[in-house]
């Protein structure tokens, strides 16, 4: 017996494009099939056509299901741009503010970005990390109560400070851009290797970690004094130069004057295995403890929160 | 009357090739004519080939003179790599350890890179500065008397401590080829504005100079949210991220515990006008006056100062 489909969720960042065809089993979405596309950021802002390339057999087969979609693909470089929800803010009033089109027949709702600022001008936006926030939130009753910081790693790393089921305030780092801009560009890395060296890894982690004051830009130059003095190999650089980036990226967060590290109840990492692996080592070279959540379940669960609010609330 | 030329002297950066025609007047070497060309990491290895359609056609009016080089093309990703000599040591050393090679007839002297390192494992590399420093030195005897800094922006900035006429330390940011990168390949920079904006600049320049601890990957990202909250025009983002690096590069190098910056007699900048002039701005916003000098200058003198040693010391 061929198995209705209910919605497709749309996890359409700047670097990839998840797409999820899903059944209403009455609690959490259930995947049927899942697939992968280009980001936001690589499809040359031919969203449409981008978008039927990946989910056009499902709208073959099941008809125009509803879409629901976050990310950067609701930015200002994105298809349709949807307002941000100010901080704080429980996660799941994105409800009150999607942005509904239409497109081949399919109603399009795209969920809004949450923005940050504090008294000091600070100021910060994300798209896509709210509703895995708000998937992580229904994990566990105890993740509603007290104060959480969570990072997800990724092209963007988000710092997200949780407090009492509102996302309180949050701050991002590119570290992951640049990583993959000095790998492909820069005078640092001469080879590609493909493997992560863990012990040429944390040699780099441990000089941001523990360094001086803003000698970031400095510090980056020693993927190349290193190899000229024959202490890194070549094939090492990489693992190495990602050290340096995520070092600096964590010690950033652990001294953010947004929290106090010691008054929180955890650290949980929300992403893919081996980024998630990365952070957790660097973190743990501080003492500290993390949780980790693969980002397809908290995904599925904020989208599965969204679309019982949406479509069967008034039920 | 045709005019006999001497020497060829060549500054052959990563980024670009400087060669100077020169004449033997007694004192300093008069440049008769001078020629731009591609740095060495744009010639793909081409190196002879792009040396001869640079000056090929001053060999085929004065013939086969010698030619001096330094820079990056004496690197292990250059054409001959040289051996470094290490700090502290006054300039004039490198003159012991040219390397000498034919090509086209020509004999090339090749000048050796510099190199520290620190009882704590810091260790730096340049080359072609040091033709730079020397020539610096040339130019007051108060030069060479005192502890200065040097600051010598660029692809890859250089921040050299001199003291006695010797190169005691230095320190490489990569601050240029992250602000190429950023520029041409991130998801910051949307609009290629080429004048640069002073009060972006400052704003961004602000930022880095007063941050928190290691929060320069944090920052870079206002680069995208101060444009989406309307606070910076997409015309002077390019400016501003200028500024937020510049400004990087500046506090790193005055908290640099290399050397303490109340005990220096001054600090002097070495480079191309409008670079150098926003070095000269950021150094202000902290109280400090500096002293610029152009490249040219230095670059010259230093080869001058090589030139007489190697050429005229046994005469």
Same mark, same amino acid.
């Given at each position: 017996?061929?198995?209705?489909?209910?919605?497709?969720?749309?996890?359409?960042?700047?670097?990839?494009?998840?797409?999820?065809?899903?059944?209403?089993?009455?609690?959490?979405? /259930?995947?049927?099939?899942? !697939?992968?596309? @280009?980001?936001?950021?690589?499809?040359?802002?031919? &969203?449409?056509?981008?978008?039927?390339?990946?989910?056009?057999?499902?709208?073959?087969?099941?008809?125009?299901?509803?879409?629901?979609?976050?990310?950067?693909?609701?930015?200002?470089?994105?298809?349709?741009?949807?307002?941000?929800?100010?901080? @704080?803010? @429980? @996660?799941?009033?994105?409800?009150? /503010?999607?942005?509904? +089109?239409?497109?081949?027949?399919?109603?399009?709702?795209?969920?809004?970005?949450?923005?940050?600022? =504090?008294?000091?001008?600070?100021?910060?936006?994300?798209?896509? =990390?709210?509703?895995?926030?708000?998937?992580?939130?229904?994990?566990?009753?105890?993740?509603?109560?007290?104060?959480?910081?969570?990072?997800?790693?990724?092209?963007?790393?988000?710092?997200?400070? !949780?407090?009492?089921?509102?996302?309180?305030?949050?701050?991002?780092?590119?570290?992951?851009?640049? &990583? $993959?801009?000095?790998?492909?560009?820069? !005078?640092?890395?001469?080879?590609?290797?493909?493997?992560? $060296?863990?012990?040429? &890894?944390?040699?780099?982690?441990?000089?941001?970690?523990?360094? =001086?004051?803003?000698? +970031?830009?400095?510090?980056? +130059?020693?993927?190349?004094?290193?190899?000229?003095?024959?202490?890194?190999?070549? $094939?090492?650089?990489?693992?190495?130069?990602?050290?340096?980036?995520?070092?600096?990226?964590?010690?950033?967060?652990?001294?953010?004057?947004?929290?106090?590290?010691?008054?929180?109840?955890?650290?949980?990492?929300?992403?893919?295995?081996?980024?998630? =692996?990365?952070?957790?080592?660097?973190?743990?070279?501080?003492?500290?403890?993390?949780?980790?959540?693969?980002?397809?379940?908290?995904?599925?669960?904020? +989208?599965?929160?969204?679309?019982?609010?949406? &479509?069967?609330?008034?039920?």
């Amino acid at each position: 017996m061929r198995r209705q489909a209910d919605v497709i969720v749309v996890d359409w960042g700047a670097s990839f494009l998840r797409a999820y065809l899903c059944f209403d089993n009455g609690g959490e979405l /259930e995947v049927i099939e899942q !697939v992968l596309g @280009p980001g936001a950021a690589k499809v040359s802002q031919q &969203f449409e056509a981008a978008l039927n390339s990946v989910i056009g057999h499902w709208s073959a087969q099941y008809g125009a299901l509803p879409v629901l979609m976050s990310g950067h693909i609701g930015s200002s470089l994105g298809w349709h741009e949807t307002p941000y929800i100010s901080c @704080p803010v @429980p @996660p799941l009033e994105v409800t009150k /503010e999607l942005f509904e +089109f239409e497109s081949n027949g399919h109603s399009i709702f795209v969920v809004p970005g949450v923005s940050c600022e =504090e008294p000091d001008g600070h100021a910060d936006v994300m798209r896509g =990390e709210e509703t895995h926030v708000l998937g992580w939130l229904t994990m566990d009753d105890s993740h509603r109560r007290g104060k959480h910081l969570l990072c997800l790693p990724g092209t963007h790393t988000k710092w997200v400070l !949780v407090e009492e089921g509102e996302i309180k305030v949050f701050k991002t780092a590119i570290t992951g851009e640049l &990583f $993959d801009l000095l790998c492909h560009h820069s !005078v640092l890395i001469q080879q590609q290797q493909s493997e992560i $060296d863990i012990r040429a &890894f944390e040699q780099g982690a441990k000089l941001t970690l523990e360094s =001086e004051l803003g000698q +970031f830009v400095h510090g980056l +130059f020693s993927v190349r004094t290193l190899q000229v003095q024959g202490k890194l190999d070549a $094939d090492h650089a990489k693992s190495y130069l990602s050290g340096l980036l995520i070092g600096s990226d964590v010690r950033a967060a652990l001294m953010a004057p947004q929290w106090r590290i010691d008054e929180l109840a955890s650290i949980s990492l929300i992403g893919s295995h081996p980024l998630c =692996e990365l952070f957790s080592q660097t973190l743990k070279m501080k003492g500290i403890t993390v949780h980790s959540t693969q980002e397809k379940e908290t995904c599925l669960r904020g +989208f599965s929160a969204i679309y019982r609010k949406v &479509f069967k609330s008034a039920a």
